[in-house]
Structure formats: C-alpha cells, structure tokens
C-alpha cells in the first residue's frame, strides 16, 4: 500500500507495478483535470512523511465501473420463481406430538454388577431411553473416600433427580454381610453410598429427608455424614448445586435394588461385556452369553434366617423402632417397589432401624410426623 493510484473513468485496469488496488482500502477520491478519480494510499496505511514532500505513486492502476443488474430482469426472476413456487405440491404442516405423560421410573445400572439387570429390564418391556447407567463404586464406600462417591455422581442423574423423577439404581452384590431378613448380598454402594448421596443431595438443595435420623444397617449416622458434609471441597458442593434452580420437587425419590442371591460374575469383564453387547444389540449371539447364577448356589449356602413379618408393613417396623417416617416416603416407596423388574427386591434402610443404635433418639426437637 501507499503511493497514488490514477483510475480513468473510461474504465480498465492498467497496473504499474504489481500489486492489487481494493476499493476498501480508499480512503480518499477526488477528481483530477481529466476527469478521472484519484485516491492516496499513504494516509490509509500511515505512511510517516516528515519532509511534506509527496512519495512516489508505486501503485496505480484502472478499475472497471460498476454494473448493476436491470430492474426488469429482477422483476422476471422473481416472477418465475413465484409462479414455480405455485406450481410445486405444498407438503403439509407436520402436527407438534403431543406431550407424553411422565414416566414412572427411571432405572440405572450400577456398573458393573448392575449389567445383570439388564436381561431382566428387557423382559419387563422397560424402553431403552428410560435406562440410565452410573458407577457408584463400593471401594470408595468401604474407604469412606465421602468426596469421590459424589464427584462419579452421572449429570443425567441428577438433573432426573431435580426434577422430581423416581429413580431405582440396581446392583448386584458379592461379598456378604449378615441381615436380621435373611439377605445377605445386599451391596455395600446401595446400603451405603445411595444414603450418603441422599444426605448430601437434601441438604445442598434443601429438601425434605424421608426421616428424622440417616440410618446404616440400623446405625444412626447422622453426625458422622454432618461432620463429612462440612469437610467438602468447595467445587464438589457447587457441582451439586449447580442444579438447585431446576428442582421442581420438594422430597428427592432415589431408591436402591438388590438380589438376593448375589452374583457369581463379579470382576469378570468378559462376561459382563457379552452382557453389553448382547442388549444393545452388537451381538446378536445369545449362546455366548454368560450363565447368571447366585452365590449362594455356586456356593451351596443355606438360606438365611426366615424374616419376621411385622404386621402393619414397613410403617408398623419403623413405629417399632421409634422412627418417624413423612408418608411421602412410604407411598414412594410402594410405587416403586410395583416397578421393580425381576427377581430383584426394593431396599428400604428403615427397615432395620431396630438393630445397631438405630434406637437412639433424634435431636431434633419436633420429629416429623
């Protein structure tokens, strides 16, 4: 850039030396004693001139005048186009679907026992889009690592969760531990880590708890879980807050599945992954998939001790025990429990508030009622 540039009004580019002259770049046009435009380069690009004196054109050249289409050829085009547009079918409007009832359940796999929950979902006729995966580990349960269990919570989870959703997560357990109901295999990320994240996700949106008291096998864990929840880092709690201007509930539904037999796969990827690819149809081979057993036939166990129904249900257990549950609590509970596929069973950790310390009285001043 720079120099002066000459353009005659008869049209044509002529260059003096190479280089191309664009109309952006002038700024300034006056008219010469011929008549033709003239236009400086050095004030567009700021060419210091210290001595006043002019700079030698080392650019110029002819631009061809501008050509504008005619009107009536643009009215002849829009005319066609118009009579085209009449002549071609007009597709019909494709009515919006109408807006479906809510579902009743989510479900969740827990990975990666959970897989086995899967043939038993497809049975039942539960639609794909109403499946949901997580892994809520129960190393990390067993280590009490309270931060990473809620770190690995799923963002589709918790969004279902705020906005009111039931949510059923199933799992399949391999180490046992004695109940007072006979079970045995109940996994340690049900009975353990659906609580913890039940806890913490009341407190951070502000909801309502099912009860006066956070129960473990019949231990009351309240101030265990208070002295963990103030202990967490300040990007996990904003993570999970990042949901409370969504919550269109006021009771969090998050509810946990187990077998009771357990699983005899646990820790074989191979078999879980001819699960996988069976169901969602990457293999259509169903002689390989594996043979789902319990551990208590691989094992030969005897069955537990026979449970003692208590009459009343669950709500005559927890006024046994002198636990006070909201009947919000107790009606989500039967509705999902109608929704649980297979031979999996619905745990309820209120169940066994008469163990342990489950009976130690609430500090609240006013139980629910």
Known sequence: CGGRAHIAPSGGAILHRVGVVR?????????????????????????????????????????APQRRVPRLLLQGLVLALGCLQQSLPLAAPTPLPARSPPPSVHHVINLSNGI????????????????????????????????????????????????????????VGSRAS?????????????????????????????????ADRILLRG????????????????????????????????????????????TALDGNKEAYREILHYEFGISPDAS???????????????????????????????????????AWWEEDLEFVRRHVVGDFELYNPYNYAGIGRGRIKSRAPNPPS
């Open 219 to 262: 231990y009351n864990v309240d101030d265990l879980f208070r002295r963990q929840l103030f202990k967490l880092p300040k990007d996990t709690r904003k993570r999970l807050k990042y949901y409370r201007p969504y919550l269109a509930t006021e009771h969090l539904r998050l509810f946990g599945a187990f077998r009771k037999g357990g």
């Open 116 to 171: 086995e929950a899967l043939a038993d979902l497809r049975a039942a006729g539960v639609a794909a889009d109403r499946v949901g995966v997580m892994r809520l580990q129960s190393s990390h349960c067993e280590a009490q690592a309270f931060d990473k269990i809620l770190r690995e919570l799923d963002h589709g989870l918790l969004l279902r969760l705020a906005l009111g959703e039931h949510v059923c997560v199933y799992d």
């Open 178 to 210: 004695q109940w007072p109901d006979g079970n045995r295999w109940v996994p340690r990320a049900i009975w353990w880590g659906l609580e913890w994240v039940k806890y913490v996700l009341n407190d951070v949106w502000g909801l309502e708890p099912a």
């Open 288 to 326: 390989r998939l594996p043979e789902i057993g319990s551990l208590d036939d691989k094992l030969q166990l005897a069955p537990g001790p026979a449970p003692q129904p208590t009459s009343g249900g669950d709500e005559a257990q927890h006024e046994a025990a002198g636990l006070a549950c909201h």
């Open 23 to 63: 109309r952006s770049n002038i700024p300034d046009r006056s008219r010469t004693q011929d008549g033709s435009r003239e236009f400086s380069l050095s004030r567009r690009c700021g060419w210091p001139n210290p001595k006043g004196k002019e700079r030698p054109a080392i650019m110029s050249g002819r631009v």
